[in-house]
């Protein structure tokens, strides 16, 4: 009966290890976010032009993501999407998210099920807040975030310039559809 314990422990303590040393070359790339965010400005609605494949956004389009600051500080979180096509059926997730970074306001942790945060890194912003791009410190996730359903291809492709030069693989982006205003 102590082998079990003992296998946990011993499962435990490499996934541990593995994690850390992992996570530690991942952080040595120094993932850069941007030097200020507004908070204020950044909420409302974003739409997703393109992401990185992930299995909790499988089938999804028309996605959006709405984030509205609450009294204490944190933010609402909104994501949405059709389900397979435009037409498909609303899917929807709440969450919420706190700025870990007050120095910035650009390193977030976003909750969906609580006590489980993932990142959310604003590593690029436009002047005027028109366009967002949000990544994690290990670059396995990436957003591209406009506040209308399109973007012009010469913004995007210099968004994607920047993205390269922080290290990202935009060759795994998906292009998001979303429904012509």
């Keep these: 009966m ?4 003992l296998l946990v422990g011993v499962l435990i303590a490499s996934v541990t290890s593995i994690t850390c040393v992992s996570t530690g070359k991942e952080q040595q790339a ?6 200020h965010v507004d ?3 950044y909420t409302g609605t974003w739409y997703e032009i393109a992401r990185y494949p992930n299995r909790f956004q499988e089938g999804c389009v028309g996605t959006t993501a709405r984030y509205t600051l609450r009294d204490d500080g944190k933010i609402d979180v909104l994501n949405q999407c059709r389900e397979n096509t435009l037409n498909g059926k609303l899917l929807s997730a709440k969450g919420t998210a706190k700025v870990v970074d007050e120095k910035t306001n650009a390193k977030l942790k976003v909750t969906f099920f609580w006590p489980f945060y993932g990142h959310y890194w604003i ?7 028109e366009f967002s791009v949000v990544g994690h410190p290990d670059r396995k996730y990436l957003w591209i975030l406009s506040r209308t359903p399109e973007m012009e291809e010469a913004l995007y492709n210099q968004i994607l310039g920047r993205i390269k030069q922080q290290g990202y693989d935009v060759s795994k982006l998906i292009k998001t559809p979303q429904a012509k205003p």
Excluded: A, K, M
């Excluded at 120094?30 to 030097?35: F, W």
């Excluded at 590593?123 to 807040?129: K, T």
């Design 2 to 5: 102590r082998i079990i314990p």
């Design 30 to 35: 120094g993932l850069q976010v941007i030097s």
């Design 39 to 41: 908070i204020n400005r």
């Design 123 to 129: 590593i690029d912003l436009g002047d005027n807040y």
